[in-house]
């Protein structure tokens, strides 16, 4: 993924936690490529994770995603990209 996903399995050496994994993005500036990249690492989440990792399926509908898994990163979100394109109803 052009080198914008960083994913690390954190352990500890007695067991004191359970392992957990962290993953940092970089996402592109660009709408046009920042959506198909967010498809890309969720597919990725899906398929790098191990048969042991707890994974939690949030609707029948929606992917299973590991359940400790911490993710970080720069988005590249920002408020004006919602508050220009919203069209419901405003509260008074």
């Given at each position: 993924m052009d080198q914008r996903v960083i994913k690390c399995k954190v352990t500890h050496s007695q067991r004191t936690f359970d392992p957990f994994t962290i993953v940092?993005?970089?996402?592109?500036?660009?709408?046009?490529?920042?959506?198909?990249?967010?498809?890309?690492?969720?597919?990725?989440?899906?398929?790098?994770?191990?048969?042991?990792?707890?994974?939690?399926?949030?609707?029948?509908?929606?992917?299973?995603?590991?359940?400790?898994t911490i993710i970080t990163g720069d988005f590249d979100y920002t408020l004006r990209d919602v508050s220009t394109t919203f069209q419901g109803p405003r509260s008074k």
């Open positions: 940092t993005i970089y996402a592109p500036a660009q709408l046009a490529k920042r959506l198909p990249f967010f498809s890309r690492v969720i597919k990725m989440l899906i398929m790098c994770f191990s048969e042991n990792i707890p994974t939690v399926n949030l609707t029948s509908s929606n992917p299973i995603l590991p359940t400790r």
